[in-house]
């Protein structure tokens, strides 16, 4: 006989399904899951400064290693806080899992008031692709392997638990085949192979490509993470035909040369990229977002479509067919993969794309007289394993402007239209979740002072694989004491920092482990 309980079930169920890593504010209600964490040899509790920071941390984590993992608040206050950083995993496309504990169930819808008790399921609904409550220890672990593959198939997106405070203490005994029978490994709960199109579908959009002289392929939705579809970078090199890429899927064609067209956010502000983009007269669209439709409406191609082949992992994200639109279901890679033979383009096409989205970049960038020098001195230290975060709209046009040549294994371009200073603590997360690999946070001194104290959490975790440039980091934020500028504030918590001398820029990290 084994005795256990109800947090020691669900941090087991957690292992089973591949979870590493849980972003946390400690709270005493999730005491028996730190224990069982503590004891697990392959698990983690990361400790942010606040409860928003970690559910961006797991943002980071998982949009750069593919891999679930847990953002954790305890009751009332602390996931009023966590749902603003829960709100990104929402808008970005992140399977993030975010557990929280309640009142005593026997005091529970209605609520019997203590404990800052408050109906959480639903208050994550509205942002959360599924909601539950566990009421009974044994059913912990089919939460969790619900919870999971609503997060991780088809458009992939943030779901909610919520588990009792004397449920996660309630003691169990089990004999060791009564345990065993509670937990299911991933490949029995959902689905992880290739979803393939309908044979008709894939064949009316080869047609339709096949009459194209002038495609274009927008990314968005997170389709273009390397850790959601890995092959498919590959397949649109081989294509040839020129990518664009939303805020969500930055990066699948980062350095390609030839066929990265560049940020949809520069189609959007240029009036001259933009004016190219309305010659395509095929479009492939690889997951539709709120930026991808963005830039279709101010686009002339809203108004008089050519062709359009529309892809997606969820049915319900397509339109019927029309003329001159094809809705394919499936994922990209397989979608791709079927209209490669159809390609018959101009080859002076992508040329064109490319170069007009470069102009327009540099254009909208200026002179960046203050940083450049320093983006020319790093560009050289980023390796082909390294990653890049830009956190606000300047800094992600810089990073274009003087690293978009650099090939690096990702990049994330935070533009912070939706929200603002996410960068260094996603960075922070995904700077846990690749050791071996270098984040370089380019961030705008204004988004930087959003999230600053989780400075102190890359100190006390020792990350020295975070390097943190701040191109205008010389001068003073409003709000800050006069006698403080950016340096000392970061010095004063922890970090090493120095000014680069060619410009008023700062680079700062834990011990400056590598040098620009």
Not at 195 to 222: F, I, N, T, W
Not at 293 to 313: D, G, M, N, Y
Not at 340 to 354: I, R, S, T
């Amino acid at each position: 006989m084994e005795i256990s309980n109800g947090g020691e079930i669900l941090v087991q169920a957690l292992a089973r399904q591949g979870v590493k890593k849980v972003f946390s504010i400690i709270g005493g209600q999730m005491g028996t899951m730190y224990d069982a964490i503590g004891r697990h040899p392959d698990m983690e509790v990361i400790t942010p400064r606040s409860e928003a920071s970690a559910a961006l941390m797991a943002c980071g984590y998982t949009a750069s290693t593919g891999e679930p993992c847990v953002s954790m608040a305890t009751v009332g206050a602390g996931v009023v806080y966590e749902t603003a950083g829960l709100v990104m995993a929402w808008l970005d496309y992140l399977p993030v899992l975010s557990i929280a504990p309640q009142v005593q169930s026997y005091k529970m819808k209605p609520h019997q008031e203590n404990l800052q008790a408050c109906d959480q399921d639903l208050l994550f609904a509205p942002f959360t692709k599924f909601s539950a409550i566990g009421y009974h220890a044994k059913r912990l672990p089919q939460l969790v392997d619900r919870a999971l593959r609503e997060a991780l198939c088809g458009i992939p997106g943030p779901v909610h638990l919520d588990v009792p405070v004397d449920i996660l203490f309630e003691r169990q005994v089990l004999t060791k085949g009564q345990k065993e029978k509670l937990f299911a490994t991933p490949a029995n709960t959902r689905y992880q192979g290739a979803v393939l199109p309908d044979p008709k579908a894939a064949r009316r959009a080869g047609e339709m490509l096949a009459r194209a002289k002038r495609p274009l392929v927008l990314v968005g939705q997170g389709m273009g993470r390397p850790t959601r579809h890995k092959e498919l970078g590959s397949l649109l090199i081989k294509a040839k035909i020129p990518v664009i890429t939303t805020s969500k899927s930055s990066g699948v064609m980062w350095a390609v040369k030839g066929v990265d067209a560049g940020p949809a956010f520069v189609f959007e502000q240029s009036a001259a990229a933009i004016r190219v983009f309305n010659e395509a007269d095929c479009l492939i669209v690889l997951g539709k977002d709120a930026q991808s439709a963005r830039l279709l409406e101010k686009a002339s191609l809203a108004r008089t479509p050519p062709f359009v082949i529309h892809a997606e992992t969820d049915p319900g994200a397509l339109d019927a067919p029309a003329q001159g639109y094809a809705p394919v279901w499936g994922d990209p890679a397989s979608v791709f993969s079927g209209l490669l033979d159809a390609v018959a383009m101009d080859e002076a096409w992508a040329d064109k794309v490319c170069s007009a989205s470069a102009r327009a970049v540099k254009t909208l960038a200026g002179d960046f007289a203050q940083g450049r020098s320093l983006f020319d001195a790093t560009a050289p230290s980023i390796g082909a394993n390294d990653m890049i975060v830009a956190d606000g709209a300047t800094a992600c046009l810089a990073a274009r402007a003087f690293l978009g040549k650099t090939s690096c294994q990702g990049v994330f371009l935070l533009e912070g239209i939706e929200m603002a200073g996410t960068g260094l603590p996603f960075a922070i997360g995904a700077a846990v979740g690749n050791p071996n690999s270098h984040i370089y946070l380019i961030c705008e001194q204004r988004a930087l002072f959003h999230n600053l104290r989780e400075a102190a959490t890359a100190v006390c975790l020792g990350i020295e694989n975070l390097t943190i440039i701040c191109p205008d980091a010389q001068g003073v934020e409003p709000g800050v004491e006069r006698a403080a500028d950016t340096a000392k504030i970061l010095a004063g918590l922890g970090l090493t920092t120095r000014i680069f001398e060619k410009g008023p820029a700062l680079v700062a990290s834990v011990g400056l482990a590598r040098a620009i």
